[in-house]
């Protein structure tokens, strides 16, 4: 089924992190994890497999950074499609014909309105991204973790035009004291919502950044400022804190599930978690989803 039709009878749950798992199992600190795919392809393909058994209706690609702009850091650029069809084609295998693909694209860390790059170089690389997404078996493409809403426009931009997936964009907010919530570019939830469905994306939402009651907060922003757009919350287990040299996220299963009731009655079509979230997270949202 349509994604599109399949959230207007019910609440999906989406996978959670990918880094924390690649990190779990030997990913060292400056490698790249897209590269996993082609050297490490079992254990990128045990973390989706994780997520289908926790639950999840949609399991996320190993592609975040993906883009030839951001592989050419690694000396990679040249193996983009390459990387990117390859996780589409992993993470199809451990989710079946039955469940969504959702080819990840995050942002390229270059910025338009320094000149750092021009926007037909983000359109090309994002357009080569998720065409390879597709190709490698993906039905959606998810545009995520994004703070300049007009790179987020052209990757939106570039999947709507260049594939036939469902096109979800997420943006990253932080809370400011009156109440309000922006990017770091100064984004609000109601700029986002404007900018992107102009730009042709079929469901938009927030992820990462914050844990769960920061993003139920910006949840309930968003639908003040559009009652109908599908919407995706994407958490993370809670703000990380450095201790004892380690990185902790303090949300446990049980705090992180424990807010699904109140996303759901804000209007949340697809629920899932960022940073730190495990698939015991997923399985917890699960439960409380009467899975």
Not at 87 to 113: C, F, N, Q, W, Y
Not at 150 to 171: F, L, S
Request: proline share 5%.
């Amino acid at each position: 089924m349509n994604i599109l039709d399949e959230i207007k009878t019910r609440v999906l749950l989406c996978d959670g992190a990918w880094g924390t798992l690649l990190q779990q199992k030997g990913l060292q600190p400056g490698e790249c994890p897209e590269l996993w795919n082609l050297t490490r392809r079992d254990d990128v393909l045990d973390i989706a497999r994780s997520y289908i058994e926790a639950g999840a209706d949609i399991i996320e690609t190993n592609s975040f950074g993906g883009s030839r702009i951001k592989l050419s850091q690694y000396g990679l650029d040249d193996k983009a499609s390459l990387i990117n069809e390859t996780a589409a084609s992993i993470s199809r295998e451990a989710a079946g014909p039955d469940r969504h693909v959702a080819g990840s694209i995050g942002p390229t860390g270059k910025i338009l309105m320094t000149g750092d790059i021009t926007a037909d170089e983000l359109y090309e690389a994002f357009s080569e991204q998720a065409t390879a997404l597709e190709k490698g078996g993906a039905d959606i493409i998810i545009i995520e973790t994004m703070s300049d809403a007009e790179e987020a426009a052209i990757a939106v931009k570039a999947a709507k035009e260049n594939t036939h997936c469902t096109v979800i964009a997420t943006m990253t907010f932080n809370p400011a004291p009156d109440g309000t919530y922006y990017t770091i570019m100064g984004v609000t939830p109601a700029d986002m919502i404007r900018i992107l469905r102009e730009a042709g994306a079929d469901i938009i939402g927030s992820n990462c950044g914050n844990g769960t009651e920061v993003l139920t907060g910006v949840a309930r922003a968003i639908r003040e400022a559009d009652r109908e757009v599908p919407l995706i919350i994407q958490p993370n287990a809670g703000v990380p804190q450095l201790i004892d040299g380690k990185t902790i996220f303090p949300e446990s299963p049980e705090i992180m599930s424990s807010f699904v009731p109140e996303l759901v009655s804000i209007g949340v079509n697809i629920i899932g978690g960022c940073c730190g979230t495990t698939p015991e997270h997923i399985k917890a949202m699960a439960r409380k989803l009467g899975r």
